[in-house]
């Protein structure tokens, strides 16, 4: 069975860090795009940040570029997004998601490789609270 499960998440002060771990099992984890997305209550899920499997490729939505990193360790097959400078509109349910990737070598060339509805395996989400 294809098993995601993350950690991490809590809550901080408007400034602070947090890392999320996405630990991986039952697929190749080399054969797959990891992407963390997220959901706060009434608005739409949005991909945050994904990493490619083999492209050496990863995306993140605008409003985190230079705040959040995300990671892979594929001996660990874990996948980490560390987010620093945390604000409260980065308060929302987190999710880790996984997708057979070594056929969207174009999605990743267009910015198109990190939409939640592309994504085929999920973990089963992890709180972010940031207090205001």
């Known amino acids: 069975q294809v098993q995601l499960v993350e950690s991490g998440g809590g809550l901080v002060q408007p400034g602070g860090s947090l890392r999320l771990s996405c630990v991986v099992s039952?697929?190749?984890?080399?054969?797959?795009?990891i992407g963390w997305f997220r959901q706060a209550p009434g608005k739409e899920r949005e991909g945050v940040s994904c990493?490619?499997?083999?492209?050496?490729?990863?995306y993140y939505e605008d409003s985190v570029k230079g705040r959040f990193t995300i990671s892979r360790d594929n001996t660990k097959a874990t996948v980490y997004l560390q987010m620093n400078m945390l604000k409260p509109e980065d308060t929302a349910a987190y999710y880790c998601?996984?997708?057979?990737?070594?056929?969207?070598?174009?999605?990743?060339?267009?910015?198109?490789?990190?939409?939640?509805?592309?994504?085929?395996?999920w973990g089963q989400g992890t709180q972010v609270a940031v207090s205001s």
């Open positions: 998601a996984a997708v057979f990737d070594l056929d969207r070598p174009l999605l990743w060339q267009y910015g198109s490789a990190c939409h939640h509805q592309d994504y085929t395996y």
């Open positions: 990493i490619s499997s083999s492209y050496d490729s990863t």
């Open positions: 039952g697929l190749t984890l080399d054969d797959y795009a």
